[in-house]
């Protein structure tokens, strides 16, 4: 059973004017990753080294201390110098030389004139139009006081879970329940105990727990082998059971999703458990406790 690590998330999409932003917060509270086993991804790494490590790309600055406004600073510095030629080709060009001809690319506009957004391995970065300046950060509407960036990485989780097959999850709840929840879980997580002994809270709320695994010591760990046993059980639900009250399930095997489930929270933005996400692509990481995620899910349902 891990520590909890306390994480503060801003539960609507959008926070009016004059309103106080800690009434929109929540704790989240989640199991993280204490190591990472060699040759394995670190899901906490999402930065442009990792998205370019096979490349010789050097973004380091050891002389900056203003790296967290390299993003603003850039965007200041295009609107100081006037507009830039709009050359999509270009970007995709110069994104080329870095990832490869093989990798997915994605670019859309955005609000902003002369920057455009490129969605490439599940993150989501920025381009000067001349294709020159790539940046990595947030971009907020700050008259809707909307997260423009959240937004775009929820549609790309979201295009993701379409292609899930449903039959690999393993569900506690009705199907026509109000809310459909997405639970990424490790049985060897404290607060994903917690959040099972709750399940039948959660289902009384309207929500529906649809678990996939998200063994946070890796492919091989013993976690890893206990999920594999829990969804290969004849009656998964009771084999959840046994593993979420710390003892361990009947061990089987069969192909199973558990390595795929994994992959994909690395790929969606999972860094620790339990992390919950609708079909709608809106990650929530952290524990919730039910009539708070009940709340969470009807504002968010609700557009705010």
Same mark, same amino acid.
């Not at 990485?153 to 997405?182: C, M, P, Y």
């Given at each position: 059973?891990?520590?909890?690590?306390?994480s503060?998330?801003?539960?609507?999409?959008?926070?009016?004017?004059?309103?106080?932003?800690?009434?929109?917060?929540?704790?989240?509270?989640a199991c993280?990753?204490t190591?990472?086993?060699?040759?394995?991804?670190?899901?906490?790494?999402?930065?442009?080294?990792?998205?370019?490590?096979d490349?010789?790309?050097?973004?380091s600055?050891?002389?900056?201390?203003?790296r967290p406004?390299?993003?603003?600073?850039?965007?200041?510095? =295009?609107? &100081?110098?006037?507009? %830039?030629?709009?050359?999509? !080709? @270009?970007?995709?060009a110069?994104l /080329?030389?870095?990832?490869g001809?093989?990798?997915?690319?994605?670019?859309?506009?955005t609000?902003?004139?002369?920057?455009?957004?490129?969605?490439?391995?599940?993150e989501?970065?920025?381009?000067s139009?001349?294709?020159?300046?790539?940046?990595?950060?947030r971009? =907020?509407? &700050?008259?809707?006081? %909307?997260d423009?960036?959240? !937004? @775009?990485k929820?549609?790309?989780? /979201?295009q993701a879970?379409?292609?899930?097959?449903?039959?690999t999850w393993?569900?506690?709840?009705?199907?026509?329940?109000?809310h459909?929840?997405?639970?990424?879980?490790?049985p060897?997580?404290g607060?994903c105990?917690?959040?099972?002994e709750?399940?039948?809270?959660?289902?009384?709320?309207?929500?529906?727990?649809?678990?996939? !695994?998200?063994?946070?010591?890796?492919?091989?760990?013993?976690?890893?082998?206990?999920?594999?046993?829990?969804?290969?059980?004849?009656?998964?639900?009771?084999a959840?059971?046994?593993?979420?009250?710390?003892?361990?399930?009947?061990?089987?095997?069969?192909?199973n999703?558990?390595?795929?489930?994994?992959l994909l929270?690395?790929?969606?933005?999972?860094?620790?458990t339990? !992390?919950?996400?609708t079909?709608?692509?809106?990650?929530?990481?952290?524990y919730?406790?039910?009539?708070q995620?009940?709340q969470?899910?009807?504002?968010?349902?609700?557009?705010?």
């Amino acid at each position: 059973m891990c520590p909890g690590v306390g994480s503060r998330n801003s539960t609507p999409a959008t926070i009016r004017e004059g309103e106080n932003r800690d009434n929109f917060e929540t704790f989240g509270i989640a199991c993280v990753p204490t190591a990472i086993p060699d040759g394995q991804a670190d899901p906490k790494s999402k930065n442009l080294l990792n998205l370019f490590k096979d490349r010789k790309l050097d973004m380091s600055n050891k002389k900056s201390h203003c790296r967290p406004f390299v993003f603003c600073l850039v965007l200041l510095g =295009l609107w &100081l110098t006037g507009p %830039v030629s709009a050359d999509p !080709a @270009a970007i995709e060009a110069r994104l /080329q030389t870095l990832v490869g001809d093989s990798t997915e690319l994605v670019i859309n506009e955005t609000p902003i004139d002369g920057i455009y957004e490129v969605r490439i391995r599940g993150e989501i970065l920025y381009m000067s139009a001349n294709g020159r300046y790539l940046m990595q950060g947030r971009m =907020l509407d &700050l008259e809707t006081q %909307v997260d423009l960036t959240d !937004a @775009a990485k929820a549609e790309v989780r /979201q295009q993701a879970l379409e292609e899930l097959d449903r039959a690999t999850w393993i569900s506690f709840g009705n199907d026509d329940a109000d809310h459909q929840i997405l639970v990424f879980t490790d049985p060897d997580c404290g607060y994903c105990r917690r959040l099972h002994e709750q399940v039948d809270e959660y289902n009384a709320n309207g929500i529906t727990i649809h678990y996939l !695994a998200f063994p946070r010591a890796g492919v091989g760990s013993g976690t890893y082998e206990k999920l594999v046993s829990v969804w290969c059980a004849e009656d998964q639900q009771d084999a959840m059971d046994i593993a979420k009250a710390g003892r361990t399930p009947r061990k089987a095997e069969c192909d199973n999703p558990v390595n795929d489930q994994y992959l994909l929270g690395q790929t969606m933005g999972v860094t620790g458990t339990p !992390a919950l996400m609708t079909l709608n692509g809106d990650l929530i990481p952290g524990y919730v406790p039910p009539e708070q995620l009940r709340q969470r899910l009807d504002n968010l349902a609700n557009g705010r």
